[in-house]
């Protein structure tokens, strides 16, 4: 270690200055870097804040618009089924797997394609009766199997139902009307309702003696009202005899679409 007792008294107050000097100089650096640290935290603190949060300013107007239009479908979507009971699980699926099959031919010979064929349930269940002296009674299993089958020739509709139910099916829950282009009739509602919007925040901001500076947020909300043509499903084809194919309008869908912009005015 270095010994200051050899070093002349000049050396020695050079030397004891020297360390004043470096000791404040640390002293500094030390706040500066508390500071910064200090600075820093509170920063990221005021970012939090706002983070996951839309800047909204404080100078807004809100207006809704609503736009409505008509259309008129082009596909119908029927949900037929087939219901078997048996005394055994097999026996019943067999039953019902012989009319799907018959009703899925028909289909195929009316032109529907098979992407147009869709299991929507098939369901397996045993059946009990209850019965005051003896209490559960098993009395077989029921098979239930649904195809949902897009119609694309909608005035055909009455037809693919009649041989539908001709071939097996006992049960119809129902037609669906819609359009397969469902995007370009909601395009065109949406459309309508944000010129409506616009119309009314030009009329507003000038009643208010304001000015419109910017589009700050905007939402959607609605959609179609499609026609659903309910059917009786109790003892639907159940007959084995042709019935005259019904009439079944397909009507129209309404479409109504509502948004709502957000301006900043000054």
Do not use: C, H, W
Not at 178 to 206: F, G, Y
Request: hydrophobic residues 40%; glycine residues 8%.
């Amino acid at each position: 270690m270095f010994n200051e007792n050899f070093l002349s008294e000049g050396n020695k107050a050079s030397i004891i200055k020297l360390k004043k000097i470096m000791a404040a100089l640390a002293s500094v650096f030390l706040a500066v870097l508390v500071i910064f640290f200090i600075a820093k935290s509170f920063n990221e603190i005021e970012q939090r804040k706002y983070i996951g949060q839309d800047i909204i300013p404080v100078n807004t107007i809100t207006v809704s618009g609503k736009g409505e239009i008509f259309t008129k479908p082009d596909i119908a979507k029927i949900s037929i089924s087939v219901e078997k009971e048996a005394l055994s699980v097999a026996e019943a699926q067999n039953k019902a797997t012989e009319d799907i099959n018959k009703i899925i031919a028909f289909l195929k010979g009316s032109s529907i394609e098979d992407k147009d064929i869709k299991t929507t349930n098939y369901n397996i269940y045993p059946r009990y009766d209850y019965l005051e002296e003896q209490g559960r009674v098993f009395r077989g299993y029921t098979v239930t199997q649904t195809l949902e089958i897009k119609i694309r020739k909608i005035d055909e509709t009455g037809k693919i139902l009649s041989g539908a139910a001709l071939a097996g099916a006992n049960q119809v829950g129902g037609i669906y009307f819609t359009v397969d282009d469902e995007e370009a009739p909601k395009r065109e509602a949406r459309q309508k309702a944000i010129i409506d919007a616009k119309e009314k925040s030009a009329q507003l901001a000038k009643d208010l003696g304001v000015k419109i500076v910017r589009l700050v947020s905007f939402s959607e909300s609605g959609g179609d009202s499609p026609y659903l043509y309910n059917l009786k499903t109790a003892g639907f084809g159940m007959g084995g005899e042709a019935a005259p194919a019904p009439e079944i309008p397909a009507g129209e869908n309404k479409i109504t679409t509502t948004v709502s912009l957000t301006y900043e005015i000054k």
